[in-house]
């Protein structure tokens, strides 16, 4: 069996000391008090993802409301995650601690057409078009299908998102790359967005940057925030491995599971193999996924104990959705995580295998390699080795026991 090495990268640490600061000080700047009355009932737009100190900013916005006199709320703008059902929208919320900010949470996917683009329709989640004021919350980021001015991030959660489970598919179908961006001008200009809150993370998965921007303002200033995330997302440095093994995906992790940029566009869009990674193991789903495993057809090679986990009418609901068939597909399912990373070594031998472990596609400050990449390793400035090569270890069903904590903290 391969045996891996310890590997530290060096990626952005740039942070966000106070959060809640930062969104009350993005708030004031925008003149919220000038835009939200006493007594205005407020619809707070929150995601699915799994975005670092989430609650906390959402915490924020919503006092920040409640200072005002207004009468905040929280509605899940997931498009059809959650299983594409108000009470698993509702659930997802909850897990994120949502339901201890003490304001209720309306959770339902009956929607509102408010206009149309190009003979599109417009829809939007019942709640926030009945609120007298709507403010996104979300992560502004990388889209893991395609490349545009507006990709993951405001535009999307306040067209896709607040589309429910009818809107997403609509603009699905019409090709999200141009439909976001034609549809989020309908809702600007038909639908009461106050504000939107963007995070960006950093290279560790924790806030960089929080900007709070007005309503008006978001369409045109949400490009910018993107090209800081694309700047501070970290990659795998190597073109060119045998070998991937993912720990855990997850939908709290990315919408397709694993962040294609990460594990290469190509296997979701086609396209040259770049980066080339001949095959990809993932061992295991992660809870905040509740059984939705969209992506896990991106994967070559799984275990029993993933796909055990799977919910397939959550996975199905949001995969043919989103029109993105292949990662519903079942990849080749084995006994366990051994037999999946012997058989992804394809008759490798351990000196000359290329293989990298990762915890998952959002933490890739730790990078576990085989003695085949440590020559190159070294000769990678962001790259230093921090332990030395061990063999992996397994439980006696087979599942890979994490090789990170023990070896980094010694």
């Avoid at 004021?133 to 490349?147: D, L, M, S, Y």
């Avoid at 976001?180 to 960089?208: C, F, K, S, W, Y």
């Avoid at 795998?236 to 991937?244: A, E, V």
């Avoid at 959705?321 to 995580?337: H, I, M, R, W």
Wanted: proline fraction near 5%.
């Amino acid at each position: 069996m391969i045996q891996l090495a310890p590997v530290r990268q060096s990626v952005s640490e740039q942070q966000v000391g106070n959060v809640s600061a930062a969104v009350w000080n993005g708030l004031n700047a925008v003149a919220l008090s000038e835009r939200v009355r006493p007594g205005m009932r407020v619809a707070v737009a929150v995601g699915s993802r799994g975005i670092s100190r989430y609650r906390e900013v959402v915490q924020a916005v919503v006092e920040s409301l409640q200072a005002l006199g207004a009468e905040p709320f929280l509605v899940p703008a997931m498009g059809s995650h959650g299983g594409g059902t108000a009470e698993g929208q509702h659930a997802v919320l909850v897990g994120y601690g949502m339901a201890d900010l003490g304001v209720p949470i309306h959770s339902s996917l009956e929607v509102k057409q408010i206009g149309e683009a190009g003979g599109m329709p417009i829809y939007w989640d019942r709640h926030a078009a009945g609120a007298d004021a709507v403010i996104p919350v979300n992560r502004v980021k990388a889209h893991t299908a395609f490349r545009a001015d507006h990709e993951s991030g405001l535009c999307k959660i306040m067209t896709i998102g607040l589309g429910k489970k009818k809107g997403a598919a609509t603009l699905h179908a019409h090709d999200a790359v141009t439909a976001i961006p034609r549809a989020v001008q309908v809702v600007l200009r038909e639908m009461p967005v106050v504000a939107g809150v963007a995070i960006v993370e950093n290279g560790r998965h924790d806030t960089a940057e929080i900007a709070v921007l007005a309503g008006e303002r978001i369409f045109d200033e949400e490009p910018a925030l993107l090209q800081k995330a694309k700047a501070l997302q970290p990659s795998i440095p190597f073109d060119d491995l045998d070998l991937l093994i993912v720990q855990e995906m997850g939908k709290n992790i990315s919408g397709t599971g694993m962040d294609t940029n990460i594990i290469g566009m190509w296997r979701r869009n086609g396209g040259p193999r770049e980066p080339d990674f001949r095959v990809l193991a993932v061992l295991d789903l992660t809870a905040g996924s509740h059984g939705n495993a969209s992506g896990v057809g991106l994967a070559d090679l799984i275990p029993e104990r993933l796909r055990a986990k799977i919910d397939w009418h959550a996975t199905y609901t949001n995969c043919l959705t989103a029109g993105s068939f292949a990662a519903a597909k079942q990849p080749a399912v084995l006994p366990s995580d051994r037999d999946v990373i012997e058989t992804g070594l394809m008759g490798k031998d351990a000196e000359s295998a290329r293989v990298v472990w990762i915890q998952n596609t959002l933490e890739l400050e730790t990078l576990w390699l085989s003695p085949a990449l440590l020559g190159e390793a070294s000769d990678i400035p962001t790259l230093t080795q921090v332990g030395a090569a061990q063999a992996l270890q397994f439980t006696e069903k087979g599942a890979l026991l994490s090789p990170v904590t023990e070896s980094i903290a010694s």
